[in-house]
């Protein structure tokens, strides 16, 4: 679906590599044996690098599936669609939340939906997806405590120093 809708709308994708070094080779091999699109990117994963993060704050539209890189990026205010095309109700978001334009989550969706979804996003503003999506995705990510780490941080640094 993702790389007929990518072809249809002049989209280029970029697919963030999920392997280790070890493995590169066969997670590569495999995209370009099955995927035609020209504009076609491939992110190998480095963690030196956050390259996974890389991608998708490069991205208009993020495509994963159940994702805590997924989750984290929608917190930060990135459009992203969540997908679950199997019977699984693992790869469904948590607690209810797979209801709303940034998931699918069917085995039966068809590409007419989906090229629909995908098109609903991108039509968005930046602030119309935060309107609708700033509750919900501040929950993935929540802090136990209201104080900020750099305060934290401060806070321990300035008590080391002084009983120095």
């Given at each position: 679906?993702?790389?007929?809708?990518?072809?249809?709308?002049?989209?280029?994708?970029?697919?963030?590599?999920?392997?280790?070094e070890?493995?590169?080779?066969?997670?590569?091999?495999?995209?370009?044996?099955?995927?035609t699109?020209?504009?076609?990117?491939?992110?190998?994963?480095?963690?030196?690098?956050?390259?996974?993060?890389?991608?998708?704050?490069?991205?208009i539209?993020?495509?994963?599936?159940n994702?805590?890189?997924?989750?984290?990026?929608?917190?930060?205010?990135?459009?992203v669609?969540?997908?679950?095309?199997?019977?699984?109700?693992?790869y469904?978001?948590?607690?209810g939340?797979?209801?709303?334009?940034?998931a699918?989550?069917?085995?039966d969706?068809?590409?007419?939906?989906?090229?629909?979804?995908?098109?609903?996003?991108?039509?968005?503003?930046?602030?119309?997806?935060?309107?609708?999506?700033?509750?919900?995705?501040?929950?993935?990510?929540?802090?136990?405590?209201?104080?900020?780490?750099?305060?934290?941080?401060?806070n321990?640094?300035?008590?080391?120093l002084?009983?120095?």
């Open positions: 679906f993702l790389e007929a809708y990518c072809k249809e709308n002049n989209k280029s994708l970029i697919v963030a590599g999920a392997c280790k070890w493995s590169f080779s066969y997670e590569y091999r495999f995209l370009m044996e099955n995927l699109i020209d504009r076609l990117t491939f992110a190998p994963n480095d963690d030196n690098n956050f390259s996974s993060y890389r991608a998708m704050e490069g991205s539209v993020t495509v994963t599936t994702s805590t890189l997924g989750y984290e990026c929608m917190a930060a205010g990135s459009k669609l969540f997908c679950n095309f199997s019977n699984d109700k693992y469904d978001m948590p607690d939340k797979s209801h709303g334009p940034w699918l989550s069917n085995p969706v068809t590409y007419s939906e989906f090229s629909k979804r995908l098109d609903l996003l991108y039509g968005m503003t930046d602030c119309q997806w935060l309107d609708l999506t700033r509750c919900i995705g501040q929950e993935f990510v929540q802090i136990a405590d209201d104080s900020m780490p750099q305060d934290i941080l401060a321990e640094i300035k008590s080391g002084e009983n120095y």
